[in-house]
């Protein structure tokens, strides 16, 4: 039933629908409001027997995760940012053990300077753990996500991060249609783990291994994520059919029939995106979006045929490695065809500041003035960066950088 | 023909051996039914008191829940010498997954039978001293308050064993580690540091919490069996000497557990929802000089001129915990 | 596209304000998308809320820098916070006051907006009479119906009862209409003398 819902009502009420059995909770923002949601429910008995356990950090809630997974039942959890850095060795510890955990990701940045706005940081930071990492664009596709997730990540012994951006969609009211309790029946089956702890047959799970075999139990790690990139698609295909709703697959093309310059990128701003290239193609540009909807397993094949007939390729995303550039540009530039696009890198969004359609569209220009550097950040104010450089300059003792650029902004005024 | 004398109390007990005993009281290992949860084939070293423990408390446990028990292993020498690839000496159902999170691995394992409707099956969580009073005291502190299902069970060593000896929140003052070397005028561990966690567990007023060592292993089966009989988060500490990390010979593992006890310096006690409702007293009492002279990462207290002012503050802390738990021997 | 900016402080329901108005044009069959400032939140500080109405699919997720209508829950923001920024020359303007509006001291750009596009509301003291706390936001939902017709009072009300209980949301949907009456009949009183 179509109905307005804030994102994580929305999340939260899909993964109820999902029958989780152990579902554990660390409040973190901009996560808080799908933990309580799936809490009042458990409490309500709504979902019995699923049990809801408030732990004391993050590190714990993708600990008894593991626990709760490895014991045979459909596990969840949910978490953002520093959360997901103070969890990150059980992050890795899940998808080593095979364990398909679900956890959504409501993507903030990452600290210092703290701040508790929307970036993908937090998702880069983990992008070589072993999780298949998924891309909401909307609410609806953050909800219909995680049903997927249940499906690929049980199928394939992997646990599944359903990234969403923070605040921008969790806290965002829009049209949701819930999926019927019916449909994800028929759509998700009991799980069936793999490997269970067991009295009745009891098993070694998560034994010490050395240079003997370590490298053929990793790859077989990395087959599973291979074997990914085949049922993703295919589970979303299924999916639309009994939805009726494009969620989900590898990557959402737009507009990429003639274009000649197209932006690739994740997450809640590709709608932005869309905008801003229907503006550019009234006023005649052939332009097109790529939305990379999965990024790991990265969609290689996917990407470089969306690209085949690109010139331009210009990456808009809300992460950068410090010292190199982009992060998802880099795969793009592995997966970028033959044909070799001219590859753009703009840092955007960092620490929730927002990316406009005029923004996007002044992107565009520039790449077709032949003005756009290989690497950029959006809205940067080099101003205030050279005035910090001076100072740094001019005194050893010039003080936390971070708070002098605050200042600095707060005389000036607004930052744009 | 030399005359041999029998030192009854070297099993900890007013028996001879277990052969007197009746059936019921014998010890699970008298039994052919065990299960040897933690079978032979395993890497530890010789007289490794870990070994014995972990072997006594899950065949206890094993038998306690019949056969209905899940273990969780922190990181550690446990899980390194029970599972060389690809071996394992796990009978039992058993996960390891990381050094400091075994406490909650343990809640998710017994929330996820809650939810299956497994309310039979029992879970277990294991750790040395590292994993219980520095890594994993978060988690296990977690566990405690939420009073979850888990009979959690560390077997100290006082150090951490598996890396190579150093120091942890359980070492005694005094002893040599890696990191804390016998130098200085303050050789050792330093005095006034370290966790008591059988007391900090029993401020979180959990259904049971209770010690013991490798020096009486009926005592040890009898409080695991205890244990077993509650629900909610139990605390089992359990004394396991190390030959390598305490430089003692691989035959004295039993005997210095026995002396740790005797001497007052590891207290041996049970206590249910937050008071101590039992103490092992002690028989024969002795000072700690003679615990600490057979091991090597003591040596410094004896060498040349010794350090007698430093054993008489290990005293002290001996006779503290006599003086707190009532352990003094009864009248004869 | 319609867009709304609402300005207030923590506590005052300045987010479930744009929530409601979403809802209640969602009833309408339209699409809408509501969002807050994305602040810590604290009871008292400067909090915004934004509300997009549109009869297409709305895909953009930027803030909303040039709203059709900015709703002041609090005007002692007004020295602080640059309420009107952006605002359409067309635009509404909607405040919560028991004074007149000329003695606010609004900025230029509200002097300058349509006849019958700017009004108070005293919807403080309307929410302690209806509701019995000072939560202005749903008496101004009732005004800003009435001043923009953006929204008709009847779906507001069948959000409000999808939120609250039966009880609450029947007291909610008399501050509402008593608001809303307030602003119909000074729009009435004000255009008298030209019609």
Same mark, same amino acid.
């Given at each position: 039933?179509?109905?307005?819902?804030?994102?994580?009502?929305?999340?939260?009420?899909?993964?109820?629908?999902?029958?989780?059995?152990?579902?554990?909770?660390?409040?973190?923002?901009?996560?808080?409001?799908?933990?309580?949601?799936?809490?009042?429910?458990?409490?309500?008995?709504?979902?019995?027997?699923?049990?809801?356990?408030?732990?004391?950090?993050?590190?714990?809630?993708?600990?008894?995760?593991?626990?709760? /997974?490895?014991?045979?039942?459909?596990?969840?959890?949910?978490?953002?940012?520093?959360?997901?850095?103070?969890?990150?060795?059980?992050?890795?510890?899940?998808?080593?053990?095979?364990?398909?955990?679900?956890?959504?990701?409501?993507?903030?940045?990452?600290?210092?300077?703290?701040?508790?706005?929307?970036?993908?940081?937090?998702?880069?930071?983990?992008?070589?753990?072993?999780?298949?990492?998924?891309?909401?664009?909307?609410?609806?596709?953050?909800?219909?996500?995680?049903?997927?997730?249940? #499906?690929?990540?049980?199928?394939?012994?992997?646990? $599944?991060?359903?990234?969403?951006?923070?605040?921008?969609?969790?806290?965002?009211?829009?049209?949701?249609?819930?999926?019927?309790?019916?449909?994800?029946?028929?759509?998700?089956?009991?799980?069936?783990?793999?490997?269970?702890?067991?009295?009745?047959?009891?098993?070694?799970?998560?034994?010490?291994?050395?240079?003997?075999?370590?490298?053929?139990?990793?790859?077989?790690?990395?087959?599973?994520?291979?074997?990914?990139?085949?049922?993703?698609? /295919?589970?979303?295909?299924?999916?639309?059919?009994?939805?009726?709703?494009?969620?989900?697959?590898?990557?959402?093309?737009?507009?990429?029939?003639?274009?000649?310059?197209?932006?690739?990128?994740?997450?809640?701003?590709?709608?932005?995106?869309?905008?801003? $290239?229907?503006?550019?193609?009234?006023?005649?540009?052939?332009?097109?979006?790529?939305?990379?909807?999965?990024?790991?397993?990265?969609?290689?094949?996917?990407?470089?045929?969306?690209?085949?007939?690109?010139?331009?390729?210009?990456?808009?995303?809300?992460?950068?490695?410090?010292?190199?550039?982009?992060?998802?540009?880099?795969?793009?530039?592995?997966?970028?065809?033959?044909?070799?696009?001219?590859?753009?890198?703009?840092?955007?969004?960092?620490?929730?500041?927002?990316?406009?359609?005029?923004?996007?569209?002044?992107?565009?220009?520039?790449?077709?003035?032949?003005?756009?550097?290989?690497?950029?950040?959006?809205?940067?104010?080099?101003?205030?960066?050279?005035?910090?450089?001076?100072?740094?300059?001019? /005194?050893?003792?010039?003080?936390?950088?971070?708070?002098?650029?605050?200042?600095?902004?707060?005389?000036?005024?607004?930052?744009? | 023909?030399?005359?041999?004398?029998?030192?009854?109390?070297?099993?900890?007990?007013?028996?001879?051996?277990?052969?007197? @005993?009746?059936?019921?009281?014998? &010890? $699970?290992?008298?039994?052919?039914?065990?299960?040897?949860?933690?079978?032979?084939?395993?890497?530890?070293?010789?007289?490794?008191?870990?070994?014995?423990?972990?072997?006594?408390?899950?065949?206890?446990?094993?038998?306690?829940?019949?056969?209905?028990?899940?273990?969780?292993?922190?990181?550690?020498?446990?899980?390194?010498?029970?599972?060389?690839?690809?071996?394992?000496?796990?009978?039992?159902?058993?996960?390891?997954?990381?050094?400091?999170?075994?406490?909650?691995?343990?809640?998710?394992?017994?929330?996820?039978?809650?939810?299956?409707?497994?309310?039979?099956?029992?879970?277990?969580?294991?750790?040395?001293?590292?994993?219980?009073?520095?890594?994993?005291?978060?988690?296990?502190?977690?566990?405690?308050?939420?009073?979850?299902?888990?009979?959690?069970?560390?077997?100290?060593?006082?150090?951490?064993?598996? &890396?190579?000896?150093?120091?942890?929140?359980?070492?005694?003052?005094?002893?040599?580690?890696?990191?804390?070397?016998?130098?200085?005028?303050?050789?050792?561990?330093?005095?006034?540091?370290?966790?008591?966690?059988?007391?900090?567990?029993?401020?979180?007023?959990?259904?049971?919490?209770?010690?013991?060592?490798?020096?009486?292993?009926?005592?040890?089966?009898?409080?695991?069996?205890?244990?077993?009989?509650?629900?909610?988060?139990?605390?089992?500490?359990?004394?396991?000497?190390?030959?390598?990390?305490?430089?003692?010979?691989?035959?004295?593992?039993?005997?210095?557990?026995?002396?740790?006890?005797?001497?007052?310096?590891?207290?041996?006690?049970?206590?249910?929802?937050?008071?101590?409702?039992?103490?092992?007293?002690?028989?024969?009492?002795?000072?700690?000089?003679?615990?600490?002279?057979?091991?090597?990462?003591?040596?410094? @207290?004896?060498?040349?001129?010794?350090?007698?002012?430093?054993?008489?503050?290990?005293?002290?802390?001996?006779?503290?915990?006599?003086?707190?738990?009532?352990?003094?021997?009864?009248?004869? | 596209?319609?867009?709304?900016?609402?300005?207030?402080?923590?506590?005052?329901?300045?987010?479930?304000?744009?929530?409601?108005?979403?809802?209640?044009?969602?009833?309408?069959?339209?699409?809408?998308?509501?969002?807050?400032?994305?602040?810590?939140?604290?009871?008292?500080?400067?909090?915004?809320?934004?509300?997009?109405?549109?009869?297409?699919?709305? #895909?953009?997720?930027?803030?909303?820098?040039?709203?059709?209508?900015?709703?002041?829950?609090?005007?002692?923001?007004?020295?602080?916070?640059?309420?009107?920024?952006?605002?359409?020359?067309?635009?509404?303007?909607?405040?919560? &006051?028991?004074?007149?509006?000329?003695?606010?001291?609004?900025?230029?750009?509200?002097?300058?907006?349509?006849?019958?596009?700017?009004?108070?509301?005293?919807?403080?003291?309307?929410?302690?009479?209806?509701?019995?706390?000072?939560?202005?936001?749903?008496?101004?939902?009732?005004?800003?119906?009435?001043?923009?017709?953006?929204?008709?009072?009847?779906?507001?009300?069948?959000?409000?009862?999808?939120?609250?209980?039966?009880?609450?949301?029947?007291?909610?949907?008399?501050?509402?209409?008593?608001?809303?009456? @307030?602003?119909?009949?000074?729009?009435?009183?004000?255009?008298?003398?030209?019609?």
């Amino acid at each position: 039933m179509l109905q307005q819902l804030e994102g994580s009502r929305a999340v939260a009420e899909t993964v109820a629908r999902c029958r989780p059995e152990v579902v554990c909770a660390y409040p973190i923002s901009p996560q808080t409001h799908i933990i309580e949601a799936i809490g009042a429910m458990v409490k309500d008995g709504r979902l019995a027997p699923c049990e809801f356990i408030n732990v004391e950090s993050e590190y714990a809630a993708m600990s008894v995760s593991i626990g709760a /997974s490895a014991a045979g039942a459909r596990t969840y959890t949910a978490t953002a940012s520093q959360g997901l850095l103070f969890m990150i060795e059980a992050v890795y510890n899940a998808a080593g053990l095979g364990l398909p955990v679900v956890m959504t990701l409501a993507n903030r940045a990452i600290g210092a300077p703290i701040n508790i706005w929307n970036d993908h940081s937090d998702a880069m930071a983990v992008r070589d753990a072993g999780w298949i990492q998924l891309f909401a664009e909307t609410n609806q596709e953050a909800a219909d996500l995680h049903v997927q997730a249940f #499906r690929l990540a049980e199928a394939l012994s992997v646990p $599944v991060m359903v990234c969403m951006d923070g605040f921008i969609l969790t806290h965002a009211v829009e049209a949701v249609d819930l999926i019927d309790q019916a449909v994800v029946d028929s759509f998700l089956p009991p799980y069936e783990p793999r490997q269970v702890l067991d009295p009745d047959d009891p098993v070694s799970i998560g034994a010490m291994v050395g240079p003997e075999a370590f490298e053929e139990v990793r790859y077989l790690a990395h087959l599973r994520q291979l074997d990914a990139l085949e049922l993703i698609p /295919s589970v979303a295909e299924e999916f639309a059919a009994l939805t009726g709703r494009a969620s989900g697959g590898l990557v959402h093309p737009y507009r990429l029939e003639d274009a000649e310059t197209v932006i690739v990128a994740m997450g809640s701003v590709l709608g932005t995106i869309k905008d801003a $290239v229907d503006a550019r193609r009234e006023a005649g540009e052939r332009v097109g979006v790529l939305g990379v909807a999965a990024f790991r397993p990265f969609p290689v094949a996917a990407v470089s045929d969306a690209l085949s007939g690109a010139r331009r390729v210009i990456v808009v995303e809300k992460a950068f490695s410090l010292g190199m550039g982009g992060v998802l540009a880099t795969d793009v530039a592995t997966a970028s065809p033959a044909s070799g696009p001219d590859l753009a890198t703009v840092v955007a969004g960092l620490g929730g500041r927002p990316i406009t359609r005029r923004d996007v569209e002044g992107i565009l220009e520039r790449s077709a003035r032949g003005t756009l550097p290989r690497l950029s950040f959006l809205n940067l104010d080099e101003d205030v960066v050279a005035r910090e450089r001076a100072r740094m300059a001019a /005194s050893r003792r010039s003080g936390p950088f971070a708070e002098n650029v605050l200042r600095d902004v707060a005389a000036g005024g607004a930052h744009r | 023909m030399t005359e041999t004398r029998v030192h009854f109390y070297q099993v900890g007990s007013f028996a001879v051996g277990n052969r007197l @005993l009746s059936d019921a009281d014998r &010890t $699970v290992q008298a039994s052919q039914e065990r299960t040897n949860s933690l079978d032979a084939g395993h890497r530890a070293c010789q007289g490794c008191g870990e070994a014995l423990g972990a072997r006594y408390a899950l065949d206890a446990a094993m038998r306690a829940t019949e056969g209905r028990l899940v273990a969780v292993n922190a990181t550690g020498c446990l899980e390194v010498f029970s599972t060389p690839f690809p071996e394992t000496s796990w009978r039992i159902a058993w996960l390891h997954s990381l050094f400091g999170n075994a406490p909650a691995v343990a809640t998710g394992v017994a929330a996820a039978m809650r939810a299956k409707g497994r309310d039979d099956v029992r879970v277990v969580g294991q750790a040395g001293d590292g994993g219980t009073v520095d890594i994993g005291f978060g988690a296990l502190s977690g566990m405690f308050e939420r009073n979850d299902d888990v009979l959690f069970i560390c077997y100290d060593n006082e150090g951490y064993m598996n &890396t190579g000896v150093q120091r942890s929140a359980a070492t005694p003052p005094t002893a040599r580690t890696a990191t804390s070397e016998a130098r200085g005028p303050d050789p050792g561990n330093v005095f006034g540091q370290g966790k008591d966690l059988p007391r900090i567990a029993m401020a979180h007023d959990i259904p049971y919490v209770a010690t013991a060592t490798v020096a009486d292993l009926h005592d040890l089966e009898r409080k695991v069996e205890r244990a077993m009989t509650f629900h909610g988060a139990r605390y089992l500490h359990v004394l396991v000497p190390c030959p390598l990390g305490w430089g003692a010979a691989s035959a004295d593992t039993v005997r210095l557990a026995r002396l740790a006890a005797e001497s007052g310096f590891f207290p041996v006690f049970e206590a249910e929802h937050g008071v101590v409702t039992g103490v092992r007293r002690i028989r024969r009492r002795v000072g700690v000089e003679e615990y600490l002279r057979p091991q090597r990462r003591f040596a410094h @207290l004896f060498a040349g001129e010794g350090r007698p002012d430093l054993v008489a503050r290990l005293q002290a802390l001996a006779d503290a915990n006599v003086e707190r738990y009532g352990l003094a021997p009864e009248e004869e | 596209m319609f867009q709304v900016r609402i300005h207030g402080r923590g506590g005052q329901g300045v987010v479930t304000a744009a929530e409601l108005l979403a809802v209640a044009a969602f009833d309408q069959g339209r699409h809408a998308q509501a969002f807050p400032s994305f602040g810590s939140e604290r009871t008292g500080a400067p909090v915004v809320s934004y509300c997009r109405i549109d009869d297409h699919e709305i #895909r953009t997720r930027e803030p909303i820098d040039a709203p059709d209508a900015v709703i002041v829950q609090d005007v002692t923001l007004v020295h602080h916070v640059d309420l009107f920024g952006g605002l359409s020359p067309s635009g509404y303007v909607l405040v919560n &006051t028991s004074l007149p509006l000329d003695e606010l001291g609004l900025d230029g750009r509200v002097g300058v907006l349509p006849d019958g596009h700017v009004a108070g509301c005293p919807a403080t003291e309307l929410a302690l009479a209806h509701v019995g706390r000072a939560v202005p936001n749903v008496p101004l939902l009732g005004a800003f119906c009435a001043l923009t017709g953006e929204v008709p009072l009847g779906a507001l009300a069948r959000a409000l009862r999808h939120r609250f209980t039966p009880e609450v949301a029947e007291r909610n949907v008399a501050a509402a209409s008593a608001a809303f009456g @307030l602003v119909t009949d000074h729009e009435e009183a004000h255009r008298a003398p030209t019609a």
